[in-house]
């Protein structure tokens, strides 16, 4: 069973703890160590994760697989049914279950209006990229992005419009 908990300061730790698990174990093939360690610290250090779910356009999830942590999602709204998600990670423990379809799934259901959805992926990141097809998205548009210290995000913008 899959559910999404609203995530709160005190999650901070577990959620610091998954992000380097996922990352470390995900994207080593994708973009190097430096970078992962780079991207790992402005993302989901205790402060840059204490603003993120202090921002109240934010709203921060705990993926939950059979009661236990298993990922973590976050997700904005632009208005008029149009949302972003910003970061949707799941323990690579989890991927080949399901948790991922489900957890999505339970996502258009926390959000009934949701008629439009959009993400940045890695253009690499080939299993991302995949799953995210599998759920109904499509490729909108590829995209280059700054990140700092010479760093680029080298991404493809998708897209999911429901029914």
């Known amino acids: 069973m899959v559910s999404l908990q609203r995530a709160v300061e005190s999650d ?3 959620i610091r703890d998954l992000a380097h698990r996922i990352w470390w174990a995900h ?8 970078q992962i360690a780079y991207m790992l ?9 204490s603003a993120q779910l202090a921002d109240p356009a934010l709203a921060f999830w705990l993926v939950l697989a059979d009661g236990v942590a298993a990922g973590f999602l976050a997700i904005s709204g ?10 949707f990670y ?18 258009l259901n926390q959000y009934p209006d949701l008629r439009e959805a959009r993400l940045n992926v890695n253009r690499r990141n080939f299993k991302s990229v995949n799953f995210y ?11 280059d992005t700054p990140f700092g ?10 897209v999911y419009r429901k029914g």
């Open 90 to 107: 799941l323990d690579n423990t989890q991927r080949g279950r399901g948790v991922g379809a489900a957890a999505f799934e339970t996502l």
């Open 12 to 14: 901070i730790p577990l």
């Open 149 to 158: 210290e010479g760093y680029v995000m080298d991404d493809f913008q998708m």
């Open 27 to 34: 994207y080593p093939d994708i973009i190097s160590d430096e």
């Open 41 to 49: 610290e402005q993302g989901y250090s205790e402060s840059a994760l």
């Open 78 to 87: 632009k208005g008029d049914g149009a949302y972003f998600i910003h970061k």
């Open 133 to 143: 097809f599998k759920v109904g998205f499509v490729i909108h548009h590829c995209m």
